[in-house]
């Protein structure tokens, strides 16, 4: 088998529906598998894609385990050489997906290429951010203060939050630290050894520690322009856990990674930069465009929310490197809620 295809569902029955039907029309000239993870949807029986696409393996999750867990079920039934992680808000998938495993094909000596991107683009065929060659955590934090920013800006550093350079890194190959978890092409021999994705995430940041993980076991990870699919983007997370939680969700499971990065030291740190920043950056905002000080208050918000639930979070999670073990069944977010 060359390609395993995972995609997760919850509560997107039709919008599903349209991405299955887009990788059935294709005729690849290589062997794949459809393999449909439901997080235990109350929409439609999922009974119902099977009756659809009398192709797929399909796997009923007891629970809405969310992004990690799901694709971790989908990871231990595969057989493909190549593992994609698809969101199930995709289309136009067929130039992707074949550039992509042409791309693992033609590269296939290279024992430390761990997987490729591509180029992932709107609706209206705009580009979407997909591969980072920086990584977030607490340097990121500190180039979030507005002077630290400028000043970096003005010796070479900070360019990635540049639009041109972000612009320009989407139109040439190279090798990257993270990739959009719509679209991942994996190596099968790869992900054996790295491990799956870290359950301890329920959305959001979890194929950022997945590459970060892969880099740092000496793997590389690359981006090519040469394809594109299309993600309509929201369609998966909205359906996953409440709209109003969703940057909730996000600003706790950047602490979650930063306290993977880093520990308890970490967090202090990262505590003190927000202090600092929120400081620096709120006395700047009434010089600021609108969009800015938009941003500005939107990340306050979920720094804040994130920030008064750290206590909670650590109940939960041992300070680690790596993964930690302990099983929580829903968000973090859905418990406080």
């Known amino acids: 088998m060359k390609l395993s295809i995972i995609i997760i569902n919850y509560n997107t029955y039709e919008m599903t529906c349209d991405c299955l039907r887009d990788i059935y029309k294709n005729t690849w000239n290589f062997d794949f598998e459809v393999i449909l993870v439901d997080n235990a949807s109350v929409e439609r029986d999922p009974e119902d894609f099977r009756m659809a696409f009398p192709l797929i393996k399909l796997i009923k999750s007891v629970e809405n385990s969310g992004f990690a867990r799901g694709n971790n079920l989908g990871i231990a039934v595969s057989k493909g050489e190549y593992l994609l992680i698809l969101n199930s808000d995709t289309l136009n998938l067929d130039q992707g997906i074949n550039t992509c495993v042409r791309y693992m094909d033609l590269h296939k000596q290279e024992a430390d290429l761990a997987g490729v991107g591509c ?3 709107s609706l209206d065929g705009s ?11 607490l340097k990121a934090t500190l180039l979030n203060n507005a002077i630290i ?3 970096a800006s ?9 639009e041109e350079y972000v612009a320009s890194m989407h139109e040439k190959e190279h090798a990257v630290q993270a990739m959009l978890g719509a679209f991942m092409v994996v190596r ?5 050894k790295v491990k799956p994705f870290d359950p301890d995430f329920f959305m959001y940041g979890e194929e950022t520690e997945w590459c970060y993980r892969i880099n740092d076991k000496g793997y590389r990870l690359m981006y090519t322009p040469d394809a594109s699919i299309t993600h309509i983007g929201g369609g998966t997370s909205s359906s996953l856990i409440k709209n109003e939680q969703t940057d909730r969700q996000f600003y706790l499971s950047i602490m979650l990674l930063v306290f993977k990065q880093s520990g308890y030291f970490g967090l202090v740190i990262f505590n003190i930069l927000f202090i600092m920043n929120y400081i620096t ?3 700047q905002m009434p010089f600021r465009s609108a969009k ?7 990340m306050l918000k979920g720094t804040f929310y994130s920030l008064r639930h750290q206590r909670t979070m650590l109940k939960y999670f041992k300070p680690a490197f790596a993964s930690s073990k302990f ?3 829903l968000s973090i977010v859905e418990e406080l809620a």
């Open 119 to 121: 180029k992932i683009l």
């Open 127 to 137: 580009r979407q951010n997909s591969a980072w060659d920086y990584r977030i955590g």
């Open 149 to 151: 920013s400028f000043v």
């Open 154 to 162: 003005k010796v070479g550093y900070g360019k990635y939050r540049q």
């Open 188 to 192: 099968r021999a790869v992900v054996e």
């Open 281 to 283: 950056n709120t006395l």
């Open 292 to 298: 800015i000080r938009e941003g500005h208050k939107n």
């Open 327 to 329: 099983p929580f069944k």
